[in-house]
């Protein structure tokens, strides 16, 4: 129905559930909706659905490498841990596009990423063709709760793509899943415009992995047509970074010129690799989110954390090394030879800056050409000698993770947020999760900051800024800096609130609060609270099933 007095606003009829968001998250449970619907454990008539801002199914499009591998058996997919027998496995995708056996004969059960985006894509495809209403390409902008007709609902706003049109819909219970967003280090994200696109890239060359094959073709397209060798800075040593240097590796070597720079900065003493050895591997099984749930204190959350760190962030998988450390390994050779013949060697030279971070930026615009990109200055600083290096550079990607804050925003700025205990919450509040058994002191208007431990367990606004999301703006300079001693501006301690969630993914009411009997579940970022497993796809399709049956349950 379209509102007559207003043409750009649409309002639609209530639902039972509206998820936003349709990543792997929703998609599983769309997948488990569609399950119980074919074997009548729900009725029909449940309105469900999920929308999402990509105007068609994506996931990860950025990081789509070519060769590029998933990092996961394949039967951690969006329903084989849940129900092997559901429509909705990798091996029934396979079955369905006639690869079953070529997939056998590979004797291995890790896909590509293509193939697993491939796989992700016919998901929500049959999702939809089973009854789940999708919105492609509406971002959500507001959840607010209203009262209707002596019902609590909770109405959820989007802006359509690109039309601007907006669209409000009611639901009775939402589930967030608003997935990663890219972290830049601060003093690269100031020089950024606070919507990235390809188009910025081609004029502030300064862009994070996230959307490396967005990007990269049509900005080598537009800065090797001089010839002359390009200097690319990647910044970060975790995997994305390692398989973008590669990537960028190979195609440099395939252009025209040769005597390209790429150097890798990373702040650590060298590249450290990833465990997923068996044994280790058990702490993304689905029994290890009971365990880690029911951890009773933060200073053990954060010893576990810690122990298992390596599994996931900051390192890069051994083959990925390996292929790394021999790229390196023959530019050294090549330089022996070249040395002895006194010839040039013209072959693209990878670097890696080893335990430096970036403490300084600044952009350069192109006397000789204004319509080719900026150039980026960085200042760079060596965390044993304290010595600065300037260097200029042509582009330079973040390889420097991501984020999970979009979801605090949407509640922060509803009026449910006095139900979770968000009231007084601001953009520097820091948010943290915390399981149903721990001793909540809810805000009384004063701001809470009892966090001593676990420091690591708290979503807080860092040195970073994640892009696309919030166009908060950071305090950091991105002049070069003229001592030695680099520090950030000192910042004041952020206030931080806790809210509970209950082992269901179901964030829980503040004791004060009127228990409305709207849910709003969250998924994909409750690492703190039920483990690492929880930001990969590794529980998705487990926890679909738990989020279904605790909502089905106090139906
Ligand atoms: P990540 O593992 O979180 O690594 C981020 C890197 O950026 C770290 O080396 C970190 O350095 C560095 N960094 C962060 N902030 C920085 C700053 N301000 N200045 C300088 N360096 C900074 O991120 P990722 O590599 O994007 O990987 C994220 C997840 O995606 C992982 O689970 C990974 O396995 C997954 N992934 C999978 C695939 C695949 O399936 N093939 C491909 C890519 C990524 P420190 O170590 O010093 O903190």
């Given at each position: 129905m379209t509102d007559s007095s207003n043409p750009t606003h649409t309002q639609i009829d209530a639902f039972d559930l509206l998820g936003v968001g349709f990543g792997p998250a929703n998609i599983a449970i769309a997948a488990a909706i569609s399950d119980k619907w074919s074997l009548n454990e729900?009725?029909?008539?449940?309105r469900v659905i999920f929308v999402d801002k990509n105007t068609v199914f994506q996931w990860h499009p950025g990081m789509l490498i070519p060769g590029a591998k998933m990092q996961i058996s394949c039967l951690k997919d969006l329903a084989t841990l849940r129900n092997?027998?559901?429509?909705?496995t990798f091996l029934n995708y396979l079955h369905s596009q006639n690869r079953l056996s070529a997939f056998i004969n590979r004797s291995t059960t890790v896909p590509s990423r293509r193939e697993f985006a491939d796989y992700l894509g016919w998901a929500a495809r049959e999702a939809e063709k089973r009854g789940v209403d999708v919105a492609y390409g509406?971002?959500?902008v507001s959840i607010s709760k209203i009262r209707v007709e002596e019902r609590d609902l909770i109405e959820v706003t989007s802006r359509r793509s690109p039309s601007d049109e907006v669209v409000v819909r009611r639901t009775k219970d939402i589930i967030l899943s608003t997935g990663p967003s890219p972290r830049l280090p601060r003093v690269l994200a100031?020089?950024?415009?606070p919507q990235w696109t390809t188009q910025s890239t081609l004029s502030v060359p300064v862009f994070h992995t996230s959307y490396y094959m967005i990007s990269i073709g049509s900005l080598l397209d537009k800065l090797t047509q001089s010839g002359t060798p390009l200097k690319v800075a990647m910044v970060g040593g975790g995997q994305s970074c390692a398989e973008c240097l590669i990537d960028l590796y190979n195609r440099l070597e395939g252009s025209s010129h040769g005597g390209h720079q790429i150097d890798m900065i990373i702040r650590k003493d060298s590249l450290k690799p990833s465990d997923d050895t068996p044994f280790v591997n058990e702490i993304f099984d689905p029994a290890a989110t009971d365990e880690w749930y029911n951890l009773p204190t933060d200073r053990l959350r954060a010893q576990v954390l810690y122990e298992y760190k390596n599994t996931n962030y900051s390192v890069v998988n051994p083959k990925t090394i390996d292929n790394l450390y021999e790229l390196i390994y023959e530019q050294k050779l090549s330089d022996a030879i070249a040395s002895r013949k006194g010839e040039n060697v013209s072959k693209t030279r990878v670097n890696l800056r080893i335990n430096e971070t970036v403490v300084g930026a600044n952009l350069i615009a192109r006397e000789k050409d204004a319509s080719l990109p900026h150039r980026v200055t960085l200042i760079r600083q060596n965390a044993r000698t304290h010595q600065l290096i300037e260097d200029t550079y042509d582009i330079v990607i973040c390889g420097t993770g991501y984020e999970r804050k979009t979801w605090i925003r949407l509640l922060r700025e509803s009026n449910l947020a006095k139900d979770f205990g968000l009231a007084s919450a601001t953009d520097d509040t820091r948010v943290r999760l915390v399981p149903a058994h721990y001793d909540v002191q809810f805000e009384t208007g004063k701001p809470f900051d009892n966090v001593k431990e676990g420091a690591e367990l708290v979503q807080e606004p860092d040195n970073d800024r994640h892009l696309n999301t919030e166009s908060g703006t950071s305090s950091s300079s991105s002049t070069p800096p003229s001592s030695p001693s680099i520090s950030l501006p000192p910042r004041s301690l952020p206030q931080t609130i806790q809210l509970r969630i209950s082992r269901a993914y179901k964030l829980l009411p503040a004791p004060?609060?009127?228990?409305?009997?709207n849910r709003v579940y969250l998924q994909g970022c409750e690492e703190a609270t039920?483990?690492?497993?929880?930001?990969?796809?590794?529980?998705a399709s487990i926890r679909s099933g738990e989020v279904l049956d605790d909502l089905l349950n106090a139906n």
């Amino acid at each position: 129905m379209t509102d007559s007095s207003n043409p750009t606003h649409t309002q639609i009829d209530a639902f039972d559930l509206l998820g936003v968001g349709f990543g792997p998250a929703n998609i599983a449970i769309a997948a488990a909706i569609s399950d119980k619907w074919s074997l009548n454990e729900l009725k029909q008539n449940l309105r469900v659905i999920f929308v999402d801002k990509n105007t068609v199914f994506q996931w990860h499009p950025g990081m789509l490498i070519p060769g590029a591998k998933m990092q996961i058996s394949c039967l951690k997919d969006l329903a084989t841990l849940r129900n092997p027998c559901s429509y909705f496995t990798f091996l029934n995708y396979l079955h369905s596009q006639n690869r079953l056996s070529a997939f056998i004969n590979r004797s291995t059960t890790v896909p590509s990423r293509r193939e697993f985006a491939d796989y992700l894509g016919w998901a929500a495809r049959e999702a939809e063709k089973r009854g789940v209403d999708v919105a492609y390409g509406e971002e959500v902008v507001s959840i607010s709760k209203i009262r209707v007709e002596e019902r609590d609902l909770i109405e959820v706003t989007s802006r359509r793509s690109p039309s601007d049109e907006v669209v409000v819909r009611r639901t009775k219970d939402i589930i967030l899943s608003t997935g990663p967003s890219p972290r830049l280090p601060r003093v690269l994200a100031v020089l950024q415009p606070p919507q990235w696109t390809t188009q910025s890239t081609l004029s502030v060359p300064v862009f994070h992995t996230s959307y490396y094959m967005i990007s990269i073709g049509s900005l080598l397209d537009k800065l090797t047509q001089s010839g002359t060798p390009l200097k690319v800075a990647m910044v970060g040593g975790g995997q994305s970074c390692a398989e973008c240097l590669i990537d960028l590796y190979n195609r440099l070597e395939g252009s025209s010129h040769g005597g390209h720079q790429i150097d890798m900065i990373i702040r650590k003493d060298s590249l450290k690799p990833s465990d997923d050895t068996p044994f280790v591997n058990e702490i993304f099984d689905p029994a290890a989110t009971d365990e880690w749930y029911n951890l009773p204190t933060d200073r053990l959350r954060a010893q576990v954390l810690y122990e298992y760190k390596n599994t996931n962030y900051s390192v890069v998988n051994p083959k990925t090394i390996d292929n790394l450390y021999e790229l390196i390994y023959e530019q050294k050779l090549s330089d022996a030879i070249a040395s002895r013949k006194g010839e040039n060697v013209s072959k693209t030279r990878v670097n890696l800056r080893i335990n430096e971070t970036v403490v300084g930026a600044n952009l350069i615009a192109r006397e000789k050409d204004a319509s080719l990109p900026h150039r980026v200055t960085l200042i760079r600083q060596n965390a044993r000698t304290h010595q600065l290096i300037e260097d200029t550079y042509d582009i330079v990607i973040c390889g420097t993770g991501y984020e999970r804050k979009t979801w605090i925003r949407l509640l922060r700025e509803s009026n449910l947020a006095k139900d979770f205990g968000l009231a007084s919450a601001t953009d520097d509040t820091r948010v943290r999760l915390v399981p149903a058994h721990y001793d909540v002191q809810f805000e009384t208007g004063k701001p809470f900051d009892n966090v001593k431990e676990g420091a690591e367990l708290v979503q807080e606004p860092d040195n970073d800024r994640h892009l696309n999301t919030e166009s908060g703006t950071s305090s950091s300079s991105s002049t070069p800096p003229s001592s030695p001693s680099i520090s950030l501006p000192p910042r004041s301690l952020p206030q931080t609130i806790q809210l509970r969630i209950s082992r269901a993914y179901k964030l829980l009411p503040a004791p004060s609060a009127l228990d409305t009997g709207n849910r709003v579940y969250l998924q994909g970022c409750e690492e703190a609270t039920h483990g690492l497993s929880d930001t990969l796809l590794s529980v998705a399709s487990i926890r679909s099933g738990e989020v279904l049956d605790d909502l089905l349950n106090a139906n």
